[in-house]
């Protein structure tokens, strides 16, 4: 580990580039809309009698998502400018993100994209005007302190696993997850159950603690950890919870957040990473 003044440095550079992240055009901040799809025709535009019920700058009525069989389809009214990959379209089947990164519709500064959770489709609106973009204060953060720098150990699963993982929106995913992160922390032994995204590599863990709605978000934290060396029989990793933040949900009533599964909800307060500010 890098010495006191070149650790801290480390964590001021990444609190920054996690607060760019989130102010940017397509950042958390400017996801301003989730619409379920019914099957069928979905109008959008900004008049009230439409399913999808935009900005006023959209216009009154700007097209249709048409969801049938699984597959959405977007068509521009006559005059509308929508845009896709750059280019005006008139009609076009979207990509969801259940495989990577959607298809982005834009109708001037405003985005849409089709996501996929569990068995619905929606639309999610991103607006770099949003009032949570407009009226967001910054980012608290509890002391960086070097001793939440942690040294653990990743135990291999004794077979290949999955974790059920609850989502705000009350649906369950089951996520693979290579094993169990053990190690000491306040002078007790702690476990947490890391899992993998889709084409990620790197540890993924949802945990809640003592602090979780109190001085942290209510609804928990996020970690990244990189996996063990390959050649480490051993399995060490580190966890730095100075780099612990909060989901997208502490920011934005329209994201979709997974939740700490029970087995990473800890009765200890790790005053480290990303306080709560009450965002929304």
Not at 1 to 12: F, H, L, Q, S, V
Not at 78 to 87: D, F, I, N, R
Request: overall charge positive.
């Amino acid at each position: 580990m890098a010495g006191p003044d070149a650790y801290r440095r480390e964590i001021e550079a990444w609190r920054a580039e996690r607060l760019a992240r989130l102010q940017s055009d397509g950042g958390w901040l400017t996801v301003a809309g989730l619409y379920w799809l019914k099957p069928g025709v979905n109008r959008f535009g900004a008049d009230r009698a439409n399913d999808l019920v935009l900005p006023a700058r959209a216009g009154a009525r700007a097209g249709t998502f048409r969801l049938e069989s699984g597959r959405v389809t977007v068509e521009a009214l006559a005059g509308s400018p929508l845009m896709l990959a750059g280019k005006p379209i008139t009609r076009a089947e979207l990509r969801s993100d259940a495989a990577g990164a959607p298809d982005v519709v834009a109708l001037g500064d405003l985005t849409m994209q089709v996501i996929a959770r569990g068995d619905r489709l929606g639309i999610r609106l991103k607006d770099p005007r949003s009032p949570a973009r407009q009226s967001f204060k910054g980012l608290s953060w509890f002391p960086i302190r070097a001793e939440y720098r942690v040294n653990a150990r990743l135990v291999a699963h004794a077979a290949p696993a999955s974790i059920a993982v609850p989502t705000v929106i009350g649906t369950t995913e089951t996520m693979p997850s290579p094993g169990s992160a053990v190690f000491e922390l306040a002078g007790k032994s702690v476990r947490l159950d890391p899992v993998l995204e889709p084409g990620e590599t790197r540890l993924f863990f949802i945990f809640r603690d003592a602090t979780s709605g109190r001085s942290s978000y209510g609804g928990g934290r996020f970690l990244y950890a990189d996996p063990p060396d390959p050649k480490d029989k051993d399995g060490r990793i580190v966890l730095d919870f100075n780099k612990a933040y909060s989901p997208p949900c502490a920011f934005t009533r329209y994201a979709t957040c997974p939740l700490p599964p029970s087995q990473n909800r800890l009765p200890i307060a790790i005053e480290a990473g990303e306080m709560n500010d009450g965002h929304h």
